[in-house]
């Protein structure tokens, strides 16, 4: 199978079950509102940035691993391959005991976290061992998940997870409809995480028999050792600043403006990070093909990727951030969970915002982890967290809730967005910074101005709510791709998307 075959095979795959895992999240969340009370929503978010936290002890060995995978795969150097693993497999099992040792000896303090602990809620130190528990059963199988991504069948991975959590949430909802309890809720959770990695992991065996002696491992050479080190070494930074910004909003909220708000700020997050890991997945789905191409082709090709991946990230994103600028609010008041679970426009505008930055970044860091270079932006995380937890908690405390977010905008444009970008243009195409601002400056103005006026479009609309919906979402589903199509009709980039699409999702014409 080509590396294009598998890079649509993976994406196709991950598109279709994130639709599925979408669907089904939406009707637990419903369930798990009527039955449980809102708070739970905030225990949910929280101390799941406090597992992100103690993700730090991963140490950014995951990215480090699958580029070191590349090259040995592709020349099926199973020595090499033995080695690496068996050196993976051993630093995952550390990894995995710390955060569940760790995780453990901070149970009696994260009570700490949260500004006023709810009397309906008993046992929230139980809780969030499950939390833990949950969290640290992945490390010790994530070794293997890696082989199977740097290989470029991350398609597998989708297609199990799809039907795990599918299956999971079929059986959360049962026992929400049946007892309405919040620990056999977790439980599940926990069970079908453990599932999920041992189908995995049988599976890895399978399609790599030398997996199975792992009895002796070679030595890995020295070249490989101190590449893989210096990558970690940078990559400690990367984790650190990415797991601070990832989760401080969240426990800033906790901390001073209670579980409650944080429940409402939560059911918009699975809204947005259901879009998000489609998203995440179609990139996750081409790395190694990218990685694997950096590896054969010039600079000069590379960038000429770069700008049709680019290309499609734009379109796609911005015409997300347009669907969920326009139909969010209404989309949760009238058809799922109702008025009294809105958050203000004002702090979904800045949150949305976040959301386009955030993603429109995603096309450069998947080609930086692709060509293994954490370590030219090795200090960028940490000037990153601590200018999020500065401006976050100096906002916060000025203009409240939405301060949290504005914090995160000014970290995502004024540190994260630029050095990223410098850095790949620098050292993967060899090319001018400029010439990413320039394009990046053009296509931030395109969506802000085809934003406005769609908004306007819609804000016109006086119809009773469900029609005022589907009307909105029709204007939103054709007037932002006419502007585009019309701007982007004539570029190469957009006639290299409709070629792969007639090639792959239109075998009609092949005939």
Same mark, same amino acid.
């Given at each position: 199978?080509?590396? @294009?075959?598998?890079?649509?095979?993976?994406?196709?795959? !991950?598109?279709?079950?994130?639709?599925?895992?979408?669907?089904?999240?939406?009707?637990?969340?419903?369930?798990?509102?009527?039955?449980?009370?809102?708070?739970?929503?905030?225990?949910?978010?929280?101390?799941?940035?406090?597992?992100?936290?103690?993700?730090?002890?991963?140490? &950014?060995?995951?990215?480090?691993?699958?580029?070191?995978?590349?090259?040995?795969?592709?020349?099926?150097?199973?020595?090499?391959?033995?080695?690496?693993?068996?050196?993976?497999?051993?630093?995952?099992?550390?990894?995995?005991?710390?955060?569940?040792?760790? &995780?453990?000896?901070?149970?009696?303090?994260? @009570?700490?976290?949260?500004?006023?602990?709810?009397?309906?809620?008993?046992?929230?130190?139980?809780?969030?061992?499950?939390?833990?528990?949950?969290?640290?059963?992945?490390? =010790?199988?994530?070794?293997?998940?890696?082989?199977?991504?740097?290989?470029?069948?991350?398609?597998?991975?989708?297609?199990?997870?799809?039907?795990?959590?599918?299956?999971?949430?079929?059986?959360? #909802?049962?026992?929400?409809?049946?007892?309405?309890n919040y620990y056999c809720f977790l439980g599940i959770q926990v069970l079908s995480t453990f599932a999920e990695n041992i189908v995995l992991s049988v599976r890895v065996d399978k399609r790599f028999p030398w997996m199975k002696d792992n009895k002796e491992y070679n030595e890995i050479p020295a070249q490989i050792r101190n590449e893989i080190m210096r990558n970690v070494k940078a990559m400690i930074f990367h984790?650190?600043?990415?797991?601070?910004?990832?989760?401080?909003?969240?426990?800033?909220?906790?901390?001073?403006?209670?579980?409650?708000?944080?429940?409402?700020?939560?059911?918009?997050?699975?809204?947005?990070?259901?879009?998000?890991?489609?998203?995440?997945?179609?990139?996750?789905?081409?790395? !190694?093909?990218?990685?694997?191409?950096?590896?054969?082709?010039?600079?000069?090709?590379?960038?000429?990727?770069?700008?049709?991946?680019?290309?499609?990230?734009?379109?796609?994103?911005? =015409?997300?951030?347009?669907?969920?600028?326009?139909?969010?609010?209404?989309?949760?008041?009238?058809?799922?969970?109702?008025?009294?679970?809105?958050?203000?426009?004002?702090?979904?505008?800045?949150?949305?915002?976040?959301?386009? =930055?955030?993603?429109?970044?995603?096309?450069?860091? @998947?080609?930086?982890?692709?060509?293994?270079?954490?370590?030219?932006?090795?200090?960028?995380?940490? #000037?990153? !967290?601590?200018?999020?937890?500065?401006?976050?908690?100096?906002?916060?405390?000025?203009?409240?809730?939405?301060?949290?977010?504005?914090?995160?905008?000014?970290?995502?444009?004024?540190?994260?967005?630029?050095?990223?970008?410098?850095?790949?243009?620098?050292?993967?195409?060899?090319?001018?910074?400029?010439?990413?601002?320039?394009?990046?400056?053009?296509?931030?103005?395109?969506?802000?101005?085809?934003?406005?006026? @769609?908004?306007?479009?819609?804000?016109?609309?006086?119809?009773?709510?469900?029609?005022?919906?589907?009307?909105?979402?029709?204007?939103?589903?054709?007037?932002?791709?006419?502007?585009?199509?019309?701007?982007?009709?004539?570029?190469?980039?957009?006639?290299?998307?409709?070629?792969?699409?007639?090639?792959?999702?239109?075998?009609?014409?092949?005939?």
């Open positions: 199978m080509s590396r @294009t075959s598998k890079s649509i095979l993976n994406i196709i795959t !991950a598109i279709l079950g994130q639709i599925f895992i979408i669907l089904i999240g939406f009707i637990s969340r419903k369930i798990f509102i009527l039955y449980l009370d809102a708070e739970y929503l905030g225990l949910n978010g929280l101390f799941s940035s406090i597992l992100t936290v103690l993700s730090l002890t991963e140490l &950014g060995l995951g990215p480090a691993m699958i580029f070191s995978l590349y090259k040995p795969l592709a020349e099926n150097d199973i020595s090499i391959c033995k080695a690496l693993m068996g050196l993976y497999r051993k630093a995952y099992l550390i990894i995995g005991s710390i955060v569940l040792v760790v &995780g453990w000896c901070i149970t009696p303090f994260i @009570t700490y976290l949260i500004k006023d602990v709810p009397e309906n809620i008993s046992g929230i130190h139980y809780i969030y061992i499950m939390f833990v528990l949950n969290a640290a059963i992945s490390y =010790f199988y994530s070794y293997k998940r890696s082989l199977i991504t740097a290989s470029q069948n991350q398609y597998q991975i989708n297609a199990v997870h799809t039907a795990v959590y599918f299956c999971m949430n079929i059986f959360q #909802i049962i026992v929400l409809l049946l007892t309405h984790r650190f600043g990415g797991i601070v910004t990832d989760a401080i909003d969240n426990i800033l909220i906790s901390k001073f403006f209670g579980l409650l708000f944080l429940g409402l700020y939560s059911n918009y997050l699975v809204i947005f990070s259901a879009i998000k890991s489609v998203l995440q997945t179609f990139f996750s789905s081409i790395t !190694a093909s990218i990685g694997d191409f950096g590896i054969q082709k010039s600079s000069e090709e590379s960038y000429s990727l770069y700008r049709k991946i680019q290309f499609f990230n734009f379109w796609l994103i911005s =015409f997300c951030t347009i669907c969920l600028f326009v139909l969010t609010n209404p989309f949760v008041e009238t058809f799922w969970l109702g008025k009294e679970y809105l958050i203000s426009g004002e702090i979904l505008n800045v949150v949305l915002l976040n959301f386009y =930055f955030e993603n429109m970044r995603r096309t450069i860091l @998947t080609f930086k982890e692709a060509f293994g270079l954490p370590w030219h932006d090795r200090f960028k995380p940490l #000037i990153g !967290a601590i200018v999020n937890l500065f401006f976050s908690t100096v906002l916060a405390i000025k203009w409240g809730v939405i301060g949290v977010f504005i914090g995160t905008t000014i970290t995502l444009l004024g540190v994260n967005v630029w050095i990223e970008a410098y850095v790949v243009f620098k050292y993967v195409f060899h090319k001018s910074f400029l010439s990413f601002l320039k394009e990046y400056v053009f296509q931030a103005m395109l969506f802000g101005i085809t934003l406005l006026c @769609t908004l306007w479009i819609c804000n016109l609309l006086s119809f009773q709510p469900f029609l005022n919906f589907v009307f909105r979402g029709i204007i939103c589903l054709f007037f932002p791709n006419v502007i585009y199509w019309i701007i982007y009709r004539q570029s190469k980039e957009f006639k290299y998307i409709i070629s792969l699409v007639n090639k792959y999702f239109m075998p009609a014409k092949r005939l």
